[in-house]
């Protein structure tokens, strides 16, 4: 993509590119960036590597950072790197090249999606002895992460970290509600009448007790609904999704207490991400609720704040909802060949040993010998909620489930509705079963 | 400009006269063979195969066909309330945004019609916005409607206004999707009727003054009924183009909040791409193409009547 386009190169493309648009009925847009664009570049030559993921923002810039240190070690290879759109255009797209048969050499994948994947045999598994000639063994994963990453016994996706829903807390507010400790941490929170009196000594201050955003965000409501519902003991989903078993009681208990906090004016849910990301930053909200990765936007703003695990509120069991970014090597249509596997292994294991750098944007490294590391537990607020990674509570499998997914879809749009006090919990209740029923019992396309 | 291009029964194409040489019927064959050969291989062979894939489980992640499955998506079809809320949605969006796209055009045409000076300002002014990508509108609006620090929002907090939830609020945000289409493509009809007035003889209006008739008589007694085909036809295309609304909200709300804007293509499209149940939304894109076929051949009913009266 680096040659310059002229009038008549342009031409000839545009030309080209609406050939291909009408042969291909208007789905052909990525067809044409790797197909029209780039084989002057050499797509086509064994030493190009495609690499797909859908990481912007700080992710992004983190990982483009940890590409270089590849490129820079690996100058006889091209690393062409593209992003795409988050959640479920990127899972479309990835599928229908996959099936298409011009899949990326390597590309990343929520460990919740691989139940999307792994089945119909989109994904090839790794070896783990030639993981191990590359230098990774299982033990130097996150345990947890890693083997969910098997399936039927073969390992179809490497880990790079673990992402839970955490509590950012904001130290200048929290200091002024008597919360902190002697160490500046907001002293442990257990249990909801806990929770309820830390919130409201927060808007005795004057600041906003919490937010959590809900607007077009329908996975943020999940993540707090399931965060606190798996802290309840309970489970949605059995037989890998083909059954409902949400329990009554204990997901009523979950929206009843977020019930409260809209009742209460205890959370601030009337926002979409960007302006939850604006509340906290603007330093007049106490908690927020989310994932870890907003940390550099709160760093870049010189907001007093620090992050903890998501305090366990129902039960001693301080659980929370998670996900990992894994790397999946999608099927190739000639099949495998092992020189390419080589570099794609070794590309795998270069992105690894920069976690430090990944997890300065939040996430919790899977590669054990960065998250074991001294320079990991120095670093901080990250390092705080380290533990999380070996008690993450990952989306029910089913086909529909996994970050961004139907389930999270479905589900988050009624929860959204008592994070705003718009819908009572009973009705929430009854419409989330609805919708997960409607979608166990639609025929699975895996 | 000038001239409008709207169907008419003046024109009638001579049949070919019996005994007429073979080898000219085969040219013109080749004539329209890049078109017929197009329109077989991405019409009707689509077609086709949707037709096919809707009585089979076809999966988008899984090869081939899949299994036969009769006339069980269409069953399944039937009793799925998310299927119905958003053909629901098409419907109230077809309902809300066509009388709006055709009476406020029509009232800028001749508003602007009946300008002496400065006419190609108010044409470029009301047509440029249509000539804008779908992508590029879909981010203008986002950005105006966003809470807090769009420029609605801005001008509602300076009147005093408490902003409501654009496109948060799961009554109101269908309705936002409508007034940015309105924004979007008012030019086309607009363009279309400012034809059809120019279609209109000047020798009425210039009789009409002389009788003494006012501005609004001749409104109401020269242009209104010489222009009745042209509303019929923008409002026949703007119902189907209203019944196939999809990338504004695809690309605005993706359907949310809680589905409240996902409307009959956005739920094919998410059945299809995104669950990847291909046959299933191949057995929902049927149901609609029927629905908007329906309405064309009302339309062509229609304009017979309107012909056959004139």
Redesign the interface.
Known sequence: MTDTINRRRFITLAGAGATVL?AA?CGGTYDIASGFVSPSAGTSGHDTLVYWNLLTGGDGSHMTAMEDVYRRAHPNVSLDATVLDWG?PY??KL??AI?AGSPPDLAIMHLSRLN??VP?G?LEPYDLGEMAAHGMTPADFTPLAFHKAQFNGRQMAIPLDTHPFVQYFNTKLCRKAGLLDSSGMLRPISGSAQLLTVLRKLKSVGATPAVCDQ??D?ATPWRLFYTLYSQAGGRVLADQGKRVVLDRPRALQVLRFISQLAREKLLNA???A??GV?AFASGTAGLYWEGEWNVDTFQAAKLPFSMQAFPPVFGSNDAAQADSHTFVMPIQPGGRDPERTTAILTLVHTLLTQSITWASGGHIPAWLPVRHSAAYQKLKPESNYESVADRAVYDPPAW?SGSGS?LE?YAG??I??VMIG?SSPEEAYDSMHGALE?LAT??S?? | MSTATLPSTAVRIRRPRPGRPRAGRSVGLGFVAPFLIFYALFLLLPLVLAIVMSLFNTSLVLPGLGHWVGLHNYGELFGDSYFWSSMWHTVLFTLVSTPVLVIVPLCFAIAVYRRRHGQWFYRLAFFMPYILPSAVVALLWTWMYEPGYGIIDGVFGFLGLGAPGWLSSTSLALYSIVIVTVWWTIGFNFILFLAGLQEIPQELYEAAAMDGASGWTQIRRITMPMLGRTITLVTVLQVIASMKIFDQVYLITSGGPDFSTRVALEYIYDTGFTSGRVGYASAASLVLFVVIVVIGFLWLALVRRQEQGV
Do not use: C, E, K, W
């Open positions: 009408a009925g479920n899972y479309t599928a229908m099936r999307g994947f119909p989109l607007i077009n329908p009337d926002l979409d960007n302006g604006a529909y139907n879809n749009g009624v959204s509705g718009a409607n639609q025929s396309p895996v």
